[in-house]
């Protein structure tokens, strides 16, 4: 193509460098330049209703920002102080909190106001338990507990299973939750040595059905009831646990500290058990609750718990 032709078809601003190298001025394409006249409406449309403009130490408010709105916001301190100021998006998002705030507090009034058997009992108020619940348990107990409550082998007990050890009725569970819990259990390795540890922890594999050497087990059994080491003294004389002190009941087949599931030979269980018999148990803590959620919100994760979670006794 020559230099003329080119010249004919295509406009150009007229500037040549080089000889041959041209400034083309080609027209925008109409859509776009529509496109470009729409986008200048629209500001103008958004600056006369919605706040836009700063001026001095002020800004434009906009049509929508003529509408006063009040609200009751919470401070660093934590009081609450009720604002009034105009429409923006920040007092719309407050606005929208508050009402959803209001609408919570009439369930949390609810619960406050019914006892544990009437809040589970009410499928309304339990649709609210199970949602504002399941927001509670992730934010606060999850951490230990486990998403869904299953809990962790060595950490912290499963809360979805009938298994309590301080009790599952509604009662003991608030208890649990307000005060906290530590259960103890002192150390046997100045007590019982590593014949008598072999032979107790036998006898604590016996009753829930593991593998275990049948004559130590019974040995086992004169130790465990006897007064040197005292274990029936907090486990009962049945082994099945004493709630008032959480001590685990020793007959089911749920472990907490020694992982007697977890471990695949004889040797390992006998090994978990008599570890823990020999360190004694004063790790897992549960913390107390009853200074950092309100009397309303531990009811609310109390039937959370016992109904939504499903261990409830
Ligand atoms: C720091 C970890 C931790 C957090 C957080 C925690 N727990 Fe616990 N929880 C434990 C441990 C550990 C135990 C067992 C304590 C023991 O055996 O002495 C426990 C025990 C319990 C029990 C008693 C179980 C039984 O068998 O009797 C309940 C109920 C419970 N927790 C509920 C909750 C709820 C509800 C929350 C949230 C508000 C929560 N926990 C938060 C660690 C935790
Ligand atoms: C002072 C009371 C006390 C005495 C005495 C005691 N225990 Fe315990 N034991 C506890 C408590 C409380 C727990 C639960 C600890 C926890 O969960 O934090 C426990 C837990 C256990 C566990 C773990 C159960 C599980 O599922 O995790 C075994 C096993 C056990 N004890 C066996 C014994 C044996 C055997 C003896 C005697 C040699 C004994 N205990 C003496 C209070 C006691």
Not at 116 to 129: C, G, I, R, S
Not at 209 to 232: M, R, S, T, V
Not at 280 to 290: E, L, R, T, Y
Request: glycine fraction near 8%.
């Amino acid at each position: 193509m020559s230099q003329d032709n080119k010249k004919a078809t295509t406009q150009t601003t007229g500037h040549v460098w080089d000889d041959d190298l041209e400034e083309l001025d080609n027209p925008l394409p109409r859509w776009w330049i529509w496109g470009f006249y729409v986008t200048f409406a629209f500001a103008i449309v958004y600056w006369l209703f919605y706040p836009a403009w700063p001026v001095a130490n002020t800004y434009t408010k906009g049509i929508a920002g003529l509408n006063n709105v009040t609200y009751v916001a919470t401070k660093a301190d934590g009081t609450q102080e009720t604002k009034t100021t105009h429409w923006n998006m920040r007092s719309k998002l407050m606005v929208e909190m508050n009402e959803l705030k209001a609408e919570q507090k009439q369930y949390f009034d609810k619960v406050a106001s019914k006892s544990f058997e009437e809040v589970a009992k009410d499928p309304e108020l339990m649709q609210f338990v199970n949602s504002a619940g399941k927001t509670l348990f992730a934010t606060n107990c999850a951490p230990c507990h486990q998403a869904g409550g299953q809990g962790k082998v060595k950490f912290s007990p499963n809360l979805t299973d009938d298994h309590w050890q301080y009790g599952g009725a509604y009662e003991n569970i608030e208890t649990t939750i307000i005060a906290g819990r530590n259960g103890v259990m002192p150390s046997f390795k100045a007590i019982l040595n590593d014949e008598e540890l072999s032979q107790v922890s036998s006898y604590v594999l016996s009753l829930s059905g593991e593998p275990h050497n049948a004559d130590a087990a019974k040995l086992g059994d004169a130790i465990f009831h006897g007064d040197k080491a005292g274990c029936y003294a907090c486990h009962g004389a049945d082994a099945k646990g004493n709630p008032a002190i959480g001590s685990a009941n020793l007959t089911d087949k749920i472990w907490l500290w020694p992982d007697v599931l977890g471990a695949k030979t004889p040797e390992a269980k006998l090994t978990e058990v008599k570890t823990l018999i020999y360190d004694g148990m004063n790790k897992g803590v549960m913390p107390v609750w009853g200074a950092r959620l309100k009397p309303e919100q531990i009811k609310l994760l109390t039937v959370y718990v016992h109904d939504s979670l499903g261990g409830g006794k």
